[in-house]
């Protein structure tokens, strides 16, 4: 046993913890035990009175806790030792095995051990409990980025006292509860003035001096950011605090029809580094096939392509599904998972727009990540999903 690091500053700190005797009696109690225990008799000189001591049960009791104090320890630190090398030699082992596999073969196993959804849009099952609440939050570059919030049914009861509220009153609601800035946006909402709603419109009442058409930058954000947040309905009307017409640019009221939704949607990278899927609104298309085909290319340094590099496609339509067919097998597994969910989504995003179902050929994976390639996707109901906890951080 090895005892070197026993010294008499541990000792001492062992002894310390030893028990302490405490004798409630008072005084009184033990003058009067004293007296009848002879204590005070007059005893001859040599006479030697024998008492077994009170104090030997203590002095046995801390020999015993300080043999125990360094007995267990020692046991307990190799016990935990040798588990310690056993854990370290499986880990190792496994290390080692992994260390071999190659660069494909990693990619797999990454994948297989870490149980993330990777999907960012919000699919028609996820509605099952939720409402669904859409936002258009301000860019760095001044554009909308689109995002999706699911609120339990049951926050939503306890917030308005009723279902299915409409998306002006969820609006005004939540609206000035989101944290722009804590998400790494520009703090834009909620609107100056008053958003309304009257006969099945969004009517939005601004103030003489609102900051909406300052530039021809600002108009287009604010448009888009309408666009995001209102796409339920099917316009948007301008008035002043007197609820006459207002132009806002040149519009007094924006029409919010099919052909304004449907985009090309890319990769769109803040400043901060979080990616999100977004729609370029400076580029529509008239059909889905030139839709899906300008998703090949980065039009500007801000919308970056969501097709996987060296991957090529056809498009054909029918019978309003989108039939994307890989020229060669793609195999998912052989690219960033992250890359290649944006990707997939990036399409189905796009179709959305114009209401269609995409269905991929030639993908390697029947199934991959929650999603059954032998038929068509579900349509999507939004992008870029954000936790309905946003709202709290006002």
Not at 70 to 92: Q, W, Y
Not at 126 to 148: E, H, M, R, W, Y
Not at 209 to 237: K, V
């Amino acid at each position: 046993m090895n005892h070197e690091h026993w010294d008499e500053e541990r000792i001492e700190e062992l002894l310390k913890k030893v028990p302490k005797i405490h004798d409630a009696r008072s005084k009184e109690e033990v003058f009067e035990r004293l007296k009848q225990d002879g204590v005070f008799d007059e005893v001859p000189p040599n006479k030697v009175i024998k008492k077994k001591s009170k104090y030997i049960p203590w002095i046995i009791a801390a020999c015993a806790a300080l043999f125990l104090a360094i007995l267990i320890p020692t046991f307990m630190s190799r016990s935990i030792s040798e588990e310690a090398k056993i854990t370290n030699d499986v880990k190792n082992e496994e290390m080692e095995k992994f260390n071999h596999l190659e660069e494909g073969q990693e990619d797999s196993v990454n994948i297989m051990m870490t149980e993330v959804d990777m999907k960012t849009a919000v699919y028609p099952e996820q509605l099952d409990g939720n409402t669904l609440f859409k936002i258009g939050l301000a860019s760095d570059d001044a554009d909308s980025i689109p995002v999706t919030i699911l609120i339990p049914n049951e926050k939503i009861l306890e917030d308005f006292g009723k279902a299915n509220p409409t998306p002006v009153e969820m609006y005004n609601l939540y609206a000035p509860r989101l944290n722009e800035n804590l998400l790494g946006f520009v703090d834009y909402h909620p609107y100056d003035g008053k958003i309304i709603e009257s006969n099945g419109k969004v009517v939005h009442q601004l103030p003489e001096d609102h900051p909406y058409d300052a530039s021809e930058a600002t108009l287009s954000t604010y448009y888009a950011t309408l666009m995001d947040t209102f796409s339920d309905y099917q316009e948007i009307e301008f008035v002043d605090e007197q609820n006459q017409p207002k132009e806002i640019g040149k519009e007094s009221s924006l029409l919010i029809s099919d052909e304004r939704t449907q985009h090309s949607y890319f990769k769109y990278v803040q400043q901060d580094g979080a990616a999100f899927l977004a729609p370029n609104y400076r580029e529509t298309f008239s059909t889905i096939e030139e839709a899906m085909e300008a998703l090949k290319r980065s039009t500007n340094e801000v919308y970056q392509t969501v097709v996987l590099p060296n991957v090529d496609y056809t498009i054909k339509v029918e019978q309003n599904i989108v039939k994307i067919a890989f020229k060669e097998p793609l195999d998912l597994f052989n690219y960033n998972q992250v890359e290649a969910m944006q990707m997939i989504e990036g399409m189905l995003l796009t179709a959305a727009g114009f209401n269609m179902a995409v269905q991929f050929e030639n993908i390697v994976q029947a199934e991959w990540e929650g999603f059954d390639f032998t038929k068509p996707l579900p349509i999507p109901l939004g992008p870029n999903q954000l936790p309905y906890t946003v709202l709290e951080n006002e």
